[in-house]
């Protein structure tokens, strides 16, 4: 567990709870299988066998293959442990000989367009995506800067592609506006600033709009010394995570968007740009450590040229076929809705 992140120890935490705690909020309990099962063996008793029956019992409890190979994990790490001279000196890992399930492939990209975040952003900033009005000439004041905040909030996450907990760090010491880039050098991970993901940093270039929003966001009369946070709330403090998802939500709702994570800003950013640019820029704009990452974003919608492409390929067939065919489509798909 050493240098590893307060997400990743939360959910370890998680996983190796006893039975029956409360949790903070609501009225559910732990299920504590780890500790049920295994919490009063003896480390060099526990068999492959006793394993394989422990995640078949997760399996028949209709858990998800990717939960199911989290409990698998933390018995490998665990064991791994107890496998090293200076721990209990086990002569196997008996989490080794164990199947691992196989997980459904990542779902398919889908993501907004430039239209789609300029609808939502000028939703947010008539704050329309309050569920309450409000009350006073001074809070009106101040929740209209908080819509406004919001608005940009949501640009800056669609055309820089940054993190939200990278966002919601991003110190004005970070943003150089007139070298038109920003640097990324924190990140959240269970509501505690940590490095960036891969302890990475990165430069970003910034695109007009970006740009446009940072300076706007940086015209406000205060919370804009260089340890200030470029987003915060009405007290200068960082802005809650959940709190912006929420307004991102309701924000959508009203624009009358499908529904897309507030991640899925990110996505779109990778997406875009992978319609002009080569996968090697796009890896190092996002900050991914592996080209295979960024591999899911290039092939996620295809581009204009792509098309062009396929017909010169095909040239030989006549392309009146295609029209004829998309109208006849189109007309039957009128008539079937009268």
Request: aromatic residues 8%; hydrophobic residues 40%.
């Amino acid at each position: 567990m050493r240098g590893a992140k307060p997400s990743t120890i939360r959910d370890y935490a998680a996983l190796l709870s006893e039975p029956g705690i409360a949790f903070k909020r609501g009225d559910r309990t732990t299920a504590g299988r780890i500790m049920d099962a295994f919490g009063d063996r003896q480390v060099d008793a526990v068999t492959t066998a006793e394993v394989s029956r422990f995640l078949r019992g997760l399996d028949r409890e209709k858990l998800t293959p990717r939960n199911v190979n989290k409990h698998r994990q933390v018995l490998a790490a665990m064991f791994s442990f107890a496998c090293r001279a200076d721990s209990y000196g086990l002569a196997t890992n008996p989490v080794a000989g164990t199947d691992k399930r196989r997980e459904a492939p990542p779902a398919r990209l889908d993501y907004y367009e430039v239209e789609e975040v300029e609808a939502l952003a000028r939703v947010c900033e008539r704050g329309e995506h309050r569920p309450t009005l409000a009350v006073g000439e001074e809070e009106i004041q101040v929740r209209a800067a908080e819509d406004r905040q919001d608005a940009d909030a949501f640009r800056i996450l669609f055309y820089t592609g940054i993190r939200v907990g990278e966002l919601l760090t991003l110190r004005w010491a970070d943003v150089d506006l007139a070298a038109r880039t920003l640097l990324v050098r924190r990140n959240l991970s269970a509501g505690e600033e940590t490095e960036p993901k891969g302890r990475r940093h990165r430069y970003v270039p910034l695109p007009d709009p970006a740009l446009a929003a940072l300076a706007r966001l940086g015209s406000r009369d205060e919370f804009i010394g260089d340890e200030d946070y470029v987003i915060c709330n009405r007290w200068g403090r960082r802005l809650d995570a959940s709190a912006l998802r929420r307004r991102y939500q309701r924000g959508c709702e009203v624009a009358g968007l499908r529904r897309v994570k507030l991640h899925g800003l990110r996505h779109a950013a990778g997406s875009i740009l992978a319609r002009v640019a080569d996968p090697v820029f796009v890896r190092d704009y996002l900050g991914h450590s592996k080209l295979s990452t960024t591999d899911r974003y290039v092939s996620a919608k295809h581009r204009p040229e792509d098309f062009d492409r396929l017909n010169r390929a095909f040239a030989g067939a006549p392309a009146e076929m295609a029209d004829t065919a998309v109208d006849k489509f189109d007309s039957a798909g009128t008539a079937a809705n009268e």
